[in-house]
């Protein structure tokens, strides 16, 4: 219930926003990279309903998932437009925020298994399976060996290189992936190497004065939390090991996300400080 609140009341602070300013929401459709943390919104509308479906509400439930898959494939085809067609797609331009509304669509698996749409959900994983074999290695090689544009800023959409495999494994597993199956296996190896690769830059992330790009490690490390959540469960039930990992890892996701959120308070706080008609001025 608690997860279902959060997600609520997240969808309906955006909401608020459209409401309240209108003009910088719409603003936001003029950028790929802010389109593609728009995917994150109809993915948490799908969440949310697979947590009504296991609260019993099935109606609501399918359709409200209906209009989250509906929503993410909108955007995945303005986004499309948006890098080829408007902005004129370049490989200078790419980063690792570009594989979200691709590859994000196989959460309609997982969620529309359990909401119920039957074998259709298959469908959903093998599209993101596929974009993830071409955009993954293309976002760890630019960002490796050529480097992220404006450091500063999109240096912290590193940490999204963590997600993509998680958030696979996760719905492969809900779908019906097991310790029998190759892919169950290779994504987890994959999350490894991707885990490894983001916590070894997590001194570098540290000296960075914070901005909005921030927010994306609060979803890598919450997936990757439970990806291996998941997969101790499946396949190394009495492992004592990957089970206290799995704890760790929980522990850290939620380490992360307070922080985060700490500084984005600190930082509207300050903001509201600054323009208070009470600030003395110099």
Excluded at 10 to 37: Q, R
Aim: charge should be negative; glycine fraction near 6%.
């Amino acid at each position: 219930m608690f997860m279902l609140n959060a997600s609520g009341s997240l969808i309906l602070m955006y909401l608020c926003k459209l409401v309240a300013a209108p003009k910088a929401s719409f603003d936001e459709l003029n950028s790929a990279d802010s389109i593609a943390s728009l995917c994150t919104m109809d993915m948490a509308l799908m969440s949310i309903a697979l947590l009504l479906r296991m609260h019993g509400v099935t109606g609501a439930s399918f359709l409200l998932w209906s209009c989250g898959c509906f929503l993410h494939y909108l955007l995945l085809l303005y986004f499309i437009y948006r890098v080829f067609v408007v902005e004129g797609y370049s490989w200078s331009k790419y980063r690792p925020s570009w594989m979200i509304p691709p590859i994000g669509i196989c959460i309609a698996a997982g969620t529309g298994y359990e909401v119920g749409v039957g074998t259709l959900a298959d469908l959903f994983f093998y599209q993101g399976l596929l974009a993830f074999a071409f955009l993954f290695p293309a976002a760890v090689f630019r960002a490796h060996f050529c480097g992220l544009p404006e450091e500063e800023v999109n240096e912290p959409q590193y940490a999204i290189l963590a997600a993509p495999s998680a958030l696979l494994l996760c719905n492969w597993i809900t779908i019906g992936g097991g310790s029998q199956d190759w892919l169950t296996h290779i994504l987890f190896l994959v999350e490894i190497f991707a885990a490894c690769l983001v916590f070894a830059k997590m001194q570098v992330f540290a000296r960075f004065s914070f901005t909005v790009h921030q927010a994306s490690f609060t979803f890598p490390a919450d997936i990757t939390a439970k990806a291996m959540i998941m997969y101790t469960l499946v396949v190394l039930p009495q492992n004592f090991f990957f089970a206290s990992l799995s704890f760790i890892l929980l522990g850290f996701a939620s380490i992360v996300v307070l922080v985060v959120s700490l500084r984005y308070l600190t930082a509207a706080l300050d903001d509201i400080s600054d323009k208070s008609p009470l600030t003395p001025v110099a």
